[in-house]
């Protein structure tokens, strides 16, 4: 396909039956063969284990088969006053890169909750019956008083939209004003308060059954430097089952295409230099994305790292923040007379120019996925399974499929996955099996991906830190680091780790192997680990990487 070549799916006026007939529903051609009940059918019941009794703590674990969905938290729309899709648009998009679920998490702002949160809502379930094969949740991004954003999303009901809007009015800080957050300013105690009681107002929705439920995922955390660490953990521990997780990877893949954007360009549009209202701990190196993904996922030993060495789960996730996709010929439509975003809450529909227009962005699904363990399709089951952390991720369609289970070797069973914690004694010989499905077919960009390495990394877990805007975890490496180069089809890595006298985690990452170099705390804890690219010249195709959540190794005794 040409720059300027319309793909078919873009245009509203092609039907979903054309769609259809053009054969671009992955979805459509799995479940029409039956593979995806298959896929659940072939074992949900975890295998049990022995009973515990007081003297005798119950050991092992075990979790359920699992399939994976695929998808997307963060995707604007005309409903968001930067963006240009429609709907339509946005989720044919989806369909044709496979996607199962999708949030559109709207920019909030008065337009949008006096105007646009309505609006939305009543093309969310006219998209919801035009594509039944894609979960497709409404969402906001939300402006945190003192900090960046997050993705807030709830689960289908009667109140979606209402408790949206209400925690758009009452919480935001664009909204508010509570913008502030740098150090030893007047308000920046009161607005990071604000921020953690919306996100217990959340909880409190959810444990009330106002809503089945609700998650909230921060987005782009290093973008500005201005999610401090103590931030971070203020807000997990706010609702843990409700602040999740961080995206590991930003969107805006594609902003630094050679020759697209400028010299300057940085993959994830991570463009940016401290400010006043960025937390000054952060090294001039933070404010970079490695191999696409933020730098506080892709440093080992770094910021997120610092979080799962306190022993609890905060997932990652990866995504397209889908406002305006490269090479693409659409701009927003014109305005008529007297309106504006502040008194519609949408922008007018895009029209096509036959030009390329600018822009940094991949369609949902062409390059970034979040692939989540689920034991059956639906809404709650996909935030289930995020909230269980039952998530891998990966670039430019790396792997076909992932499958994680730690184990004793003394266990019969499959053992615990990804998300999941193990308990253990000290001493015990375990098994890491990590099942890879290599890719089949070639990427949107017209690549067979090959996976070269799969990285194990294991970190001690200490408890909670004393000081909350603490980074580092020192006693976080890569262990091992297998060559896979030339494997093709589905293979088993099995590894043998043994448990030592404190609890730890382990988790996985590898790449194609074209970009990488000593990590950035050195090459005693990370040799071979991904590297920002020169500016401007940061082809993401060219860089592909697949991490995944940890599995948490608790030593009893």
């Not at 105690?189 to 998650?215: F, M, S």
């Not at 927003?332 to 529909?349: E, M, R, S």
């Not at 822009?359 to 979040?370: I, L, M, Q, V, Y």
């Amino acid at each position: 396909m040409t720059e300027q070549q319309l793909p078919t799916w873009a245009d509203p006026a092609v039907s979903a039956a054309e769609l259809d007939a053009q054969g671009m529903s992955r979805r459509g051609l799995l479940r029409s063969a039956g593979l995806f009940g298959a896929a659940f059918a072939l074992g949900s019941a975890a295998t049990p284990a022995f009973a515990a009794s007081p003297d005798r703590p119950r050991l092992g674990g075990a979790d359920p088969r699992l399939a994976y969905l695929v998808g997307d938290h963060h995707v604007h729309s005309v409903y968001s006053h930067d963006a240009k899709y429609t709907f339509t648009q946005q989720a044919r998009a989806a369909a044709k890169y496979g996607l199962d679920w999708m949030v559109f998490n709207e920019h909030s702002n008065f337009g949008h909750a006096s105007y646009g949160a309505e609006l939305e809502h009543a093309e969310i379930l006219k998209a919801r019956a035009a594509n039944p094969r894609q979960l497709i949740f409404q969402g906001l991004e939300w402006y945190i008083p003192a900090a960046e954003h997050c993705t807030v999303f709830a689960a289908p009901g009667p109140h979606e939209t209402d408790l949206l809007t209400a925690f758009e009015l009452a919480y935001d800080g664009k909204l508010l004003k509570y913008t502030e957050g740098s150090a030893g300013a007047a308000d920046t105690a009161r607005n990071e308060a604000h921020a953690v009681k919306a996100i217990q107002w959340l909880a409190e929705q959810r444990r009330t059954g106002y809503v089945d439920d609700v998650l909230v995922l921060a987005n782009h955390p290093l973008r500005l430097g201005i999610d401090s660490p103590h931030e971070l953990r203020n807000w997990r521990d706010a609702a843990a089952e409700i602040m999740i997780g961080m995206e590991g990877a930003p969107g805006a893949q594609g902003a630094a295409i050679p020759g697209w954007r400028g010299a300057t360009s940085i993959r994830g549009e991570y463009e940016n230099k401290p400010s006043a209202q960025s937390w000054a701990g952060y090294p001039a190196d933070a404010y970079l994305t490695y191999g696409g993904f933020d730098w506080a996922t892709a440093t080992v030993g770094g910021l997120w790292d610092a979080m799962l060495s306190e022993g609890r789960l905060f997932t990652i996730t990866t995504n397209s923040d889908n406002h305006r996709t490269v090479f693409d010929t659409w701009k927003n439509g014109d305005w008529p007379a007297g309106q504006n975003f502040d008194n519609t809450g949408k922008l007018p529909d895009p029209v096509n120019t036959d030009t390329p227009q600018p822009g940094s962005d991949f369609w949902p699904g062409e390059f970034s996925r979040t692939h989540v363990g689920v034991t059956r399709y639906g809404y709650r089951a996909v935030m289930a399974g995020l909230r269980a952390g039952r998530v891998w991720l990966d670039h430019g369609h790396l792997l076909d499929g992932l499958e994680v289970r730690l184990k004793r070797d003394c266990d019969h069973g499959d053992g615990v996955t990804l998300g999941g914690r193990l308990r253990v004694r000290r001493g015990e010989r375990l098994t890491l099996n990590v099942t890879v499905t290599s890719a089949s077919r070639v990427n949107p960009q017209g690549i067979l991906p090959q996976l070269a390495h799969v990285d194990v990394i294991r970190g001690a877990v200490r408890g909670p830190v004393a000081d909350r805007d603490t980074w580092q975890a020192p006693d976080t490496k890569v262990v091992q680091s297998k060559d896979v180069s030339g494997r093709k089809g589905t293979y088993t890595l099995r590894i043998p780790l043994t448990a030592g006298d404190e609890s730890c985690y382990v988790r996985l990452r590898g790449s194609d192997g074209n970009r990488n170099g000593t990590g950035y705390l050195g090459a005693s804890i990370d040799p071979h680990g991904p590297i920002p690219h020169e500016p401007g010249n940061g082809d993401p195709w060219a860089d592909t990487w697949f991490y995944s959540n940890p599995i948490f190794v608790d030593v009893v005794g």
